[in-house]
Protein backbone atom coordinates (compact mmCIF):
# COMPACT_ATOMS: atom_id res chain seq x y z
CA UNK A 1 0.00 0.00 0.00
CA UNK A 2 2.79 2.38 0.47
CA UNK A 3 3.77 2.23 -2.99
CA UNK A 4 0.92 3.47 -4.38
CA UNK A 5 0.25 5.70 -1.35
CA UNK A 6 3.54 7.54 -2.32
CA UNK A 7 2.09 8.09 -6.05
CA UNK A 8 -0.66 9.80 -4.08
CA UNK A 9 -3.44 6.92 -4.58
CA UNK A 10 -6.08 7.25 -2.12
CA UNK A 11 -6.01 3.92 -0.50
CA UNK A 12 -7.64 2.70 2.66
CA UNK A 13 -7.47 -1.32 3.75
CA UNK A 14 -10.05 -3.59 5.42
CA UNK A 15 -7.77 -2.89 9.21
CA UNK A 16 -7.88 0.84 7.96
CA UNK A 17 -11.80 0.84 7.96
CA UNK A 18 -12.25 -1.00 10.82
CA UNK A 19 -13.84 -3.81 8.33
CA UNK A 20 -11.55 -7.35 9.48
CA UNK A 21 -13.78 -10.16 10.02
CA UNK A 22 -16.97 -8.47 7.84
CA UNK A 23 -18.82 -10.05 5.31
CA UNK A 24 -17.86 -9.70 2.05
CA UNK A 25 -21.03 -7.52 0.90
CA UNK A 26 -20.11 -4.98 4.48
CA UNK A 27 -16.57 -4.42 2.45
CA UNK A 28 -17.91 -4.04 -0.92
CA UNK A 29 -20.53 -1.72 0.08
CA UNK A 30 -18.51 -0.20 2.47
CA UNK A 31 -16.36 0.82 -1.02
CA UNK A 32 -18.93 1.76 -2.56
CA UNK A 33 -20.33 4.21 0.01
CA UNK A 34 -16.60 5.57 0.29
CA UNK A 35 -16.41 5.72 -3.91
CA UNK A 36 -13.94 3.62 -3.95
CA UNK A 37 -12.86 0.40 -6.09
CA UNK A 38 -12.36 -2.37 -4.01
CA UNK A 39 -9.47 -4.55 -4.58
CA UNK A 40 -9.22 -8.32 -3.11
CA UNK A 41 -7.43 -11.47 -3.40
CA UNK A 42 -10.56 -13.20 -2.93
CA UNK A 43 -11.26 -13.76 -6.49
CA UNK A 44 -14.54 -16.40 -6.76
CA UNK A 45 -16.04 -14.87 -3.78
CA UNK A 46 -16.21 -11.42 -5.35
CA UNK A 47 -16.52 -12.50 -8.57
CA UNK A 48 -19.80 -14.34 -7.25
CA UNK A 49 -20.90 -11.13 -5.64
CA UNK A 50 -20.45 -9.27 -8.29
CA UNK A 51 -22.78 -11.30 -10.50
CA UNK A 52 -25.19 -11.10 -7.94
CA UNK A 53 -24.94 -7.52 -7.56
CA UNK A 54 -25.74 -7.19 -11.15
CA UNK A 55 -28.94 -9.49 -11.38
CA UNK A 56 -30.26 -7.78 -8.27
CA UNK A 57 -29.41 -4.19 -10.22
CA UNK A 58 -27.49 -3.24 -7.09
CA UNK A 59 -24.33 -1.01 -8.35
CA UNK A 60 -21.34 -1.01 -6.83
CA UNK A 61 -18.10 1.24 -7.48
CA UNK A 62 -15.80 -1.27 -9.10
CA UNK A 63 -14.00 -4.85 -8.37
CA UNK A 64 -10.38 -5.77 -9.01
CA UNK A 65 -9.43 -9.35 -8.73
CA UNK A 66 -5.86 -10.80 -8.36
CA UNK A 67 -4.71 -13.95 -7.41
CA UNK A 68 -2.02 -13.99 -3.83
CA UNK A 69 1.41 -15.12 -4.63
CA UNK A 70 0.74 -15.28 -8.98
CA UNK A 71 2.64 -12.12 -9.05
CA UNK A 72 5.25 -10.19 -7.01
CA UNK A 73 4.09 -7.23 -5.26
CA UNK A 74 6.01 -4.58 -7.65
CA UNK A 75 4.50 -6.53 -10.41
CA UNK A 76 0.93 -6.25 -8.59
CA UNK A 77 1.71 -2.29 -8.67
CA UNK A 78 2.97 -2.22 -11.76
CA UNK A 79 -0.24 -3.58 -13.24
CA UNK A 80 -2.33 -1.82 -10.46
CA UNK A 81 -1.01 1.80 -12.02
CA UNK A 82 -1.76 0.87 -15.21
CA UNK A 83 -5.12 -0.18 -14.64
CA UNK A 84 -5.63 3.44 -12.49
CA UNK A 85 -3.71 5.05 -15.85
CA UNK A 86 -6.39 3.57 -18.09
CA UNK A 87 -9.83 3.42 -16.57
CA UNK A 88 -11.68 6.00 -14.90
CA UNK A 89 -13.49 5.75 -11.69
CA UNK A 90 -16.84 5.98 -13.72
CA UNK A 91 -15.28 3.21 -16.22
CA UNK A 92 -15.14 0.41 -13.03
CA UNK A 93 -18.77 1.08 -11.72
CA UNK A 94 -20.29 -2.00 -12.07
CA UNK A 95 -17.25 -3.68 -13.14
CA UNK A 96 -14.75 -6.37 -12.94
CA UNK A 97 -11.23 -6.08 -13.66
CA UNK A 98 -8.97 -8.80 -13.42
CA UNK A 99 -5.05 -7.75 -12.61
CA UNK A 100 -3.70 -10.78 -14.87
CA UNK A 101 -5.10 -8.88 -18.12
CA UNK A 102 -3.11 -5.66 -17.64
CA UNK A 103 0.74 -7.18 -18.43
Known amino acids: MQTLRARNVDVITALDAGMI ?22 VGDFYRLHSDYLA ?4 HAGIILMRQRYYSVGEQMRRLLRLMASKSADEMKNWVEFLSAWD
Open 56 to 59: LGRP
Open 21 to 42: EREDAEHLDYATEQGCVLCTFN
